[in-house]
């Protein structure tokens, strides 16, 4: 066979293809549930720090909306935690968001997935950030500058403002998410 | 076949100093300039990228007689492909930390010409051992520089080297360094001053 002929060009590259594909079959094989593992890890951890004293998760689907109520161990409901997500200044920004429904508060957020700016926008993942955002009341909130004064008012990362004011937008959006699939306000 | 270990020695120097891709040959820019911006990503994207070269080297040359001319760019890429696919699954699998910060740039190391400018001027034409201290060279020749950019960019940017906070609260972070125009401030800077060194030593 000649060694440049059509035949051998085809033969050659249809062997490495699929060789590749039958040795990357087995990586995906056994990488698959490590990755899954990891990303059901995360989104536990996030739950967990989003709501207070929960011992039992149960997921509901309502409207084509995911949440995660959450129980204490008397099987009373603590509150109810969802991802919601928007554009930041990189690209998209995953938050978790733990609520409680029956005051109409938010408890506690996360950050789950980002890609803002290393050392500025980053910083979003912050306590010091995300703790604007504990006990606050659901509704609109304003980004000030400079140390938050009264309610409702979230105090933005020095240099990063696109990113909190994104960081705001998408816990608004995610509040009116969670209110209209619970029957909000009362 | 006997393994002419000079030769070997200096197939390894050449990509550390004389022929380093980043500061010499000025290749695989993209990843260089992105990813460097705390030490310990410049250190995973150096590590990564190296066992892809490594590997393919490898596998390119033991296979470089069977693989006919015409199509020898396509194969190289599929063999770089399937080794580039292991290291993003590996790293999401065992390291997703890492996975997530290099994000992107795991699956576009496939494109970094450094590695198939490798296969194409040394591992198609040099035996399987020589292959193997050319990919090990121009390896430790990229991660060295990279870890480098990465450690400047994080020290000025965020006062910490591998995430260790080494100046105190008093230091304002020259964020700037953070940003891509940092990466190319550093990097021109670093070229200047290798340039200079090995004209001395003329």
């Given at each position: 066979m000649e060694k440049n002929s059509k035949k051998a060009m085809i033969i050659t590259l249809a062997t490495i293809g699929i060789i590749s594909a039958l040795l990357l079959s087995f990586v995906y094989e056994w990488t698959t549930p490590y990755i899954q593992a990891n990303q059901a890890q995360k989104q536990k951890q996030a739950i967990n720090e989003v709501l207070p004293g929960v011992v039992e998760v149960k997921k509901v689907e309502k409207n084509g909306n995911i949440f995660y109520e959450g129980y204490d161990a008397n099987g009373n409901r603590v509150g109810v935690a969802f991802t919601s997500t928007g554009g930041g200044y990189n690209g998209v920004i995953e938050v978790m968001i733990g609520v409680n429904l029956e005051q109409n508060q938010i408890y506690k957020i996360s950050i789950l997935n980002h890609q803002e700016t290393p050392g500025l926008g980053a910083r979003i993942t912050g306590k010091e950030f995300k703790?604007?955002?504990?006990?606050q009341p659901f509704g609109n909130y304003n980004v000030v500058k400079?140390?938050?004064?009264?309610?409702m008012q979230v105090q933005a990362i020095a240099g990063a403002t696109i990113s909190s004011e994104s960081v705001t937008e998408i816990i608004e959006s995610g509040l009116d998410k969670v209110t209209s699939a619970y029957g909000g306000g009362n | 076949m006997a393994l002419d270990l000079k030769e070997m020695f200096s197939d390894f120097k050449n990509g550390l100093?004389?022929?380093?891709?980043?500061?010499?040959?000025?290749?695989?820019?993209c990843p260089t300039l992105a990813v460097t911006n705390t030490t310990e990503n410049g250190l995973a994207m150096g590590l990564a990228t190296s066992f892809v070269l490594i590997s393919s080297e490898i596998v390119i040359s033991l296979i470089k007689k069977l693989i006919p001319a015409n199509v020898r760019i396509p194969s190289y890429i599929l063999i770089i492909a399937t080794f580039v696919t292991f290291v993003d699954y590996f790293l999401k699998a065992f390291y997703p930390g890492i996975a997530e910060s290099l994000s992107i740039f795991v699956p576009l190391i496939v494109v970094n010409c450094l590695i198939l400018g490798r296969q194409e001027a040394f591992a198609s034409q040099h035996s399987t051992p020589r292959a193997i201290a050319d990919g090990v060279g121009m390896g430790l020749g990229f991660t060295w520089v990279l870890v480098l950019l990465g450690a400047i960019r994080e020290f000025f940017g965020?006062?910490?080297?591998f995430g260790l906070?080494?100046?105190?609260?008093w230091y304002r972070p020259m964020v700037i360094m953070v940003l891509p125009a940092g990466a190319f401030i550093t990097l021109g800077i670093l070229v200047g001053i290798m340039n200079y060194i090995s004209r001395e030593g003329k």
């Open positions: 703790s604007n955002f504990n006990n400079t140390p938050p004064s009264k309610e | 100093w004389a022929e380093n891709p980043i500061i010499r040959l000025v290749i695989g820019m965020m006062g910490s080297i906070t080494l100046l105190g609260e």
